[in-house]
């Protein structure tokens, strides 16, 4: 759970970490209802399959003491809340409300208690295209104007596998698309490019990672020289820069020296020409078997 | 609308497959044993298969290729010796569907169209997920290298070791061999026919819960009349329910109401977030299918009422599911431990303890390598040192 830390909160964090899952859904309450129900009103088989394993859970998994002391054998911070699928919501929950449904003896009752349980669903939870549906717009559900930038980059290239410069959303889908297409920015130093607000001079001057030069220029606009980002284009072998065409640095890409290779609706494709051609070559494993 | 018909045959044959898997599993004998447990426990006893004819070859850096070359004349012989075996058990379940159709054709028609709404959100819609990075991009990659697991799906750069995270999750590279074998690109196969099996398997899962729940096969045999609460009686029906024809209607509430808490569960972290939107990954299977599978074998565990090599069939669940996701690694033993042990305990049966050992084990020995690998105490590389 991003930002959760075990070490950090102590056995708070079991309560940040499930506040974080449910988030602002009730149905973890309602499973707490329909356990304490079936305590108490449930039949003997009802008892048998849900109340043991939710005690236990309760025990275990919902335990502060639990994800700390699973802590010192795993990292558990960023994935402790997966624990809580475990407790059977999905069950428990649809099994009482259709239990009160069709128990009640007469049509009225039956639908005065199913717009009642209905009621309650939707003001449980947060409907998940509550931000709207965005239907996909072709079978490979890519943004089509991402294809369009790999055939391009293709036609443009000569060689097999072309190296590009993404923009955070394009760089995350480009190889499930187009496996071909090499990336110079790896999704770890995205994240943190994204999500930091600029790089230190220790981190533009470390050698092994020029990308970082590139991603202070392109994603963080620090003030980079020319030099320095031409020159990690040439040490990452990035043939092409893609940005939008809002992207702040476009000028910049310009008066660096690259030119435009090609064109979309929203995107240019910068083209750089390499001081030493590079072609990568998959590594020739029939040297071994 | 070629691209329709090829993800519907797809799923078809991915149902087939499972069923022939699962049907040598559940066994010929039990009459009892519902047709949807055969392909889900199939689901898993396929990807359990694979894990063996995968892993090899990889950590020998051998090409996709060879793999493909090994396991898809396998498969074709599994399925062809199946249904030698199991075809007339098919047949007549078939017909039993068939007659269930014609009693409950409102039913059918009603839970038709909430498994078709579920499909059609999760095979239409359009989702950015930072994970399919990785798994959708390791797909690709795989089938472009003729590699498994040794180019970096999220920038196609070679890399000198195996991930350990990811090396026994073997699912993915099930979906390079299709890929490779059929020339159905990465994205089609994993964000639209896996994603539909997945749904598929998943509602059959909530299907078949809700049927034992409600319409339950409570050890028909063995409950004697009067020893269960007073709503129960030796046909297994809750009588709470009311008539077989509430007990239906209580099934389609429950299952669509099941439906409706998967839309409306909703953060980033709920086990229906992952199912509605990142359908294809591993932990999304884990969290919903694997999950309630073992749930389901645990009702019916309770109630004495399986006979068929329970434990086997749980067994290759939790080892299924655990070269489906890592996640299952630590997921699964804790469910089967809140599940199973408490159970154990209050029927005093202890020969299911070792059983029960039996199913955490894979989980805790994938676990104990992944630690020992990060702590630096071994790593597998990809070119012969």
């Given at each position: 759970m991003q930002g959760l830390n075990v070490t950090e909160n102590g056995i708070r964090y079991l309560w940040e970490c499930f506040s974080y899952?449910?988030?602002?859904?009730?149905?973890?309450?309602?499973?707490?209802a329909a356990v304490i129900y079936i305590s108490i009103a449930g039949t003997k088989r009802e008892k048998e399959i849900f109340i043991p394993c939710s005690v236990f859970l309760l025990l275990t998994v919902y335990n502060p003491v639990a994800?700390?002391?699973?802590?010192h054998f795993f990292d558990v911070n960023s994935e402790y809340y997966r624990f809580f699928w475990i407790a059977p919501v999905i069950v428990l929950v649809p099994y009482l409300f259709s239990k009160l449904i069709v128990t009640r003896t007469d049509m009225k009752q039956m639908i005065v208690v199913s717009l009642l349980i209905a009621a309650i669903c939707l003001v449980s939870g947060k409907y998940v295209y509550a931000d709207g549906i965005k239907w996909?717009?072709?079978?490979?559900?890519?943004?089509?104007?991402l294809i369009e930038v790999s055939e391009k980059i293709h036609e443009d290239s000569g060689v097999e596998y072309p190296k590009a410069f993404l923009e955070y959303e394009y760089n995350m889908q480009m190889r499930q698309y187009d496996p071909k297409m090499l990336l110079t920015i790896d999704r770890e130093d995205y994240l943190y490019a994204v999500s930091n607000p600029s790089y230190s001079r220790e981190m533009l001057e470390d050698d092994t990672h020029p990308q970082y030069v590139l991603l202070a220029a392109l994603v963080r606009f620090q003030d980079i020289?020319?030099?320095?980002?031409l020159n990690a284009l040439e040490t990452t072998k990035t043939g092409y820069v893609v940005v939008s065409r809002d992207n702040p640095r476009i000028d910049y890409l310009k008066e660096a020296g690259l030119s435009i290779a090609g064109e979309t609706q929203n995107h240019l494709i910068f083209k750089y020409d390499l001081k030493e051609p590079y072609e990568f070559e998959l590594v020739d494993y029939s040297v071994v078997y | 609308m070629t691209d329709i018909a090829i993800i519907t045959l797809s799923v078809i044959c991915n149902l087939i497959i499972y069923l022939a898997?699962?049907?040598?599993?559940t066994g010929r004998k039990d009459k009892k044993c519902p047709l949807l447990l055969s392909v889900i426990a199939g689901f898993f006893f396929y990807y359990f298969v694979f894990f063996f004819f995968c892993v090899p070859p990889m950590k020998y850096y051998r090409p996709l290729s060879m793999l493909t070359k090994m396991w898809v004349p396998f498969v074709a012989a599994v399925v062809?010796?199946?249904?030698?075996?199991?075809?007339?058990?098919w047949v007549s379940w078939f017909k039993n569907a068939m007659l269930y159709v014609k009693k409950h054709p409102l039913v059918t028609v009603f839970m038709l169209l909430l498994i078709g709404a579920q499909i059609v959100l999760v095979s239409c819609t359009y989702n950015f997920t930072l994970d399919a990075a990785y798994y959708v991009a390791n797909v690709a990659t795989s089938v472009e290298t003729d590699m498994m697991n040794v180019y970096d799906p999220f920038t196609g750069a070679w890399q000198d070791h195996y991930e350990m995270r990811y090396f026994f999750a073997t699912y993915s590279i099930q979906d390079s061999v299709v890929c490779q074998l059929t020339g159905i690109p990465a994205l089609i196969w994993t964000k639209s026919v896996m994603a539909v099996t997945i749904i598929l398997l998943t509602n059959m899962v909530y299907?078949?819960?809700?049927?034992?729940l409600i319409i339950y096969r409570n050890g028909r045999d063995e409950v004697k009349a009067g020893e269960d609460s007073a709503n129960e009686d030796r046909t297994g029906t809750d009588h709470s329910m009311g008539?077989?024809?509430?007990?239906?209607?209580?099934?389609?509430?429950?299952?669509?109401?099941?439906?409706?808490?998967?839309?409306?569960?909703?953060?980033?972290?709920?086990?229906s977030l992952f199912l509605m939107t990142r359908t294809y990954e591993g932990k999304a299977i884990v969290g919903n299918l694997a999950i309630m599978t073992v749930f389901y074998l645990f009702i019916r565990m309770n109630d004495d009422s399986i006979k068929t090599r329970p434990w086997l069939i749980t067994f290759i669940v939790c080892f299924g599911a655990a070269t489906i996701s890592s996640s299952a690694n630590m997921l699964l033993p804790v469910e089967l431990t809140v599940l199973f042990l408490p159970m154990i305990v209050r029927k005093k049966a202890w020969k299911m303890l070792p059983k029960y050992i039996s199913c955490v084990i894979p989980g805790m020995v994938f676990s104990l390598i992944f630690v020992l690998y990060v702590k630096g105490y071994f790593v597998f590389y990809t070119f012969p040192n």
């Open positions: 899952y449910t988030g602002s859904c009730a149905y973890f309450m309602l499973y707490a994800p700390m002391v699973l802590d996909a717009q072709n079978i490979y559900k890519m943004p089509p104007e020289d020319k030099e320095s980002f | 898997f699962g049907s040598l599993l062809i010796f199946s249904t030698i075996l199991n075809g007339r058990k299907l078949m819960i809700a049927r034992e008539s077989s024809k509430n007990g239906e209607l209580a099934v389609v509430i429950m299952t669509a109401l099941m439906f409706v808490i998967n839309l409306t569960f909703i953060t980033i972290y709920t086990s």
